[in-house]
């Protein structure tokens, strides 16, 4: 089992910067993939940015150039960088993990969730 805790959210104006963590605990593997999803009211869970521990990223195209997924492995913590925020980007961030390097950014191949932390971005 891998425990997942997301720290790092809040609310903010528009255009401003919120910094989310993810801290991965328990039986975690030397070779894995992380990703931030978020899922806004009434809406599906959807991927944001995913990386693995081989360092590769990706992002869906709403957040390029804006966010930035990176990884600390001593840590085992992921994080989430996120710039020029937007009201549509507002919604529970969560942090996902898999085992295995293959580099994806679907909810249902990630086997571990965290609980969610709110963004809320006002106009």
């Known amino acids: 089992q891998v425990q997942l805790a997301e720290s790092g959210g809040g609310s903010v104006q528009a255009g401003g910067s919120l910094r989310l963590s993810c801290r991965a605990s328990?039986?975690?593997?030397?070779?894995?993939?992380m990703g931030w999803f978020r899922q806004a009211p009434g809406k599906e869970r959807v991927g944001v940015a995913a990386i693995t521990s081989l360092g590769a990223t990706t992002y869906t195209d709403s957040v390029k150039g804006r966010f930035t997924i990176s990884q600390d492995n001593d840590k085992n913590t992921l994080y989430l960088q996120m710039k020029d925020l937007k009201p549509e980007d507002t919604a529970m961030y969560y942090c996902?993990?898999?085992?295995?390097?293959?580099?994806?950014?679907?909810?249902?191949?990630?086997?571990?969730w965290g609980q969610g932390t709110q963004v809320t971005v006002s106009s």
């Open positions: 328990g039986d975690t593997q030397n070779s894995h993939g």
């Open positions: 996902a993990y898999r085992i295995g390097t293959l580099l994806i950014l679907v909810p249902n191949a990630y086997n571990y």
